[in-house]
């Protein structure tokens, strides 16, 4: 396995070594958490660039990078190797007591790459932390607990971000434990809600204003907004909306929380998809591709804004066990240099549209593709039943998916109508597998209606 190479096969897939694993794990792990059925998953074992391969030997093309994490590739040599000569070092720290330099290296680094004034940091291990961490921060410096949201967003499940994520099927379990103060507007969908796009998004900013000055029980301290919705649906707002959005929680005191989780580090073409607007957030969270693979993330604010936490005087109020990692720190750095030294960040935005304007060639071709949206290499690619009506095929969606799986592309759904294939592939990922990909969703589409297919489709 190169990282470069297309799929190939030993077994059907999945095969019987992935099918008794996964009877394994549905005796020892709850069965609420991994998805198994006759066509999934595989249990995989390595993996190299955009290759992955299964337990059976089967080689695939990663067109998700595992959730957007690996825009570097997977078990770059790089980060392999820095990881190895730090874990000959120091595993853990104690990274609110007795801190190590990497911890630091790494706070000035991110500094040195946000855009403005972003100056301080919070480290943490997960995403949803980090955005914990934001809410906390808005809230010791505005001194009001109020958030504003949006519809179809996606910020975590821990209960904190719980209330700001926006899926019903997410919170109904435990709604009497969430708590309240967050309140959802509309998020600018140009597909969904052809009325948002352009200058229509003045109707989104109006309820932002009126919830900000409404006699709502909790007042408002700020707003938290993905840049680019990513489980969401990848729904792209339109241009301008992220500068007025800023312009009017500066108007009205309220800070701007961007979740860059998904977006952050090189996925859209940008260090960060604010930058395409040139606005730059109170608060800027940062995680999954900011380390090739190891558990690191981070809230990042103005020197002013975070010092409303105040000096710690021997006992943090908000910390972790494994804040600053040291194995994280020393991987994120690395993987900062990588993105560097080898302009992936400048891929992501060229490979980006090329992907983008193949797959809208396609969607001329199949009436399943109601829409192609994205930016650099986050893109959503819209399934619907009727082009004309738009209704989600979710059931079409989850199938193509397997069907893929078993053409050795790896990629996932998201969105509200869980009807959008989420396309996030590695930075690393070469054209002949990006062809070899459109190729595949080529024919399972034409194999699926049809009589829905129209001219020719050609790369």
């Not at 198994?36 to 955009?50: C, E, N, Y």
């Not at 825009?71 to 820095?82: A, E, L, N």
């Not at 507007?185 to 009325?195: A, I, K, L, M, Q």
Request: charged share 25%.
């Amino acid at each position: 396995m190169t990282g470069r190479d297309l799929p190939k096969f030993q077994t059907a897939i999945p095969g019987p070594h992935s099918k008794e694993l996964a009877k394994r794990l549905r005796a020892v792990e709850c069965s609420q958490i991994t998805y198994i059925s006759d066509r999934f998953p595989v249990f995989w074992k390595s993996a190299l660039g955009a290759n992955v391969c299964d337990e059976d030997g089967n080689i695939f093309v990663d067109f998700g990078s595992a959730f957007g994490v690996q825009g570097i590739g997977h078990t770059h040599p790089r980060i392999v190797r820095i990881i190895q000569e730090q874990s000959e070092k120091l595993i853990h720290g104690m990274g609110d007591v007795h801190p190590t330099e990497l911890k630091i290296r790494l706070a000035e680094k991110l500094r040195d790459i946000t855009p403005g004034d972003l100056s301080q940091v919070i480290f943490s291990s997960s995403g949803a932390e980090a955005v914990e961490s934001a809410l906390k921060t808005a809230c010791m410096y505005t001194k009001k607990a109020g958030v504003i949201a949006f519809e179809d967003a996606y910020h975590g499940l821990t209960y904190g971000t719980l209330a700001a994520t926006h899926r019903l099927d997410f919170k109904e379990p435990f709604l009497k434990q969430i708590g309240r103060f967050v309140t959802h507007v509309p998020f600018p969908d140009s597909y969904h809600s052809p009325s948002t796009s352009k200058s229509g998004f003045d109707e989104i900013l109006v309820q932002v204003d009126k919830r900000i000055k409404s006699r709502w029980e909790e007042p408002v301290g700020a707003v938290l907004l993905e840049p680019i919705q990513g489980r969401g649906g990848v729904a792209v707002p339109p241009d301008g909306f992220l500068s007025a959005l800023k312009v009017l929680c500066e108007a009205n005191g309220v800070l701007l929380i961007l979740d860059e989780i998904m977006t952050g580090f090189g996925r859209t073409g940008a260090w960060f998809a604010c930058e395409h607007e040139n606005v730059v957030p109170d608060l800027l969270v940062a995680g999954k591709g900011m380390t090739g693979g190891f558990p690191i993330s981070a809230c990042i604010g103005s020197e002013q804004i975070m010092s409303a936490w105040g000096t710690s005087g021997g006992e943090s109020i908000h910390t972790s066990t494994f804040l600053g990692s040291p194995l994280g720190a020393a991987a994120a750095l690395e993987t900062i240099r990588v993105l560097e030294d080898e302009n992936l960040i400048r891929r992501s935005e060229q490979l980006g549209e090329k992907l983008i304007g193949k797959l809208r060639l396609l969607s001329k071709k199949h009436s399943m593709i109601g829409d192609v949206r994205g930016k650099g290499l986050m893109i959503g690619v819209e399934i619907v039943r009727d082009r004309n009506s738009k209704e989600p095929g979710a059931e079409e969606t989850t199938q193509l998916i397997e069907e893929l799986l078993a053409d050795g592309i790896i990629v996932l759904p998201c969105g509200p109508g869980h009807n959008v294939l989420s396309i996030t592939p590695p930075f690393v990922i070469t054209e002949e597998q990006v062809d070899y990909a459109i190729g595949c969703l080529d024919r399972r589409l034409g194999e699926r209606m049809p009589e829905l297919t129209h001219e020719p489709f050609s790369n």
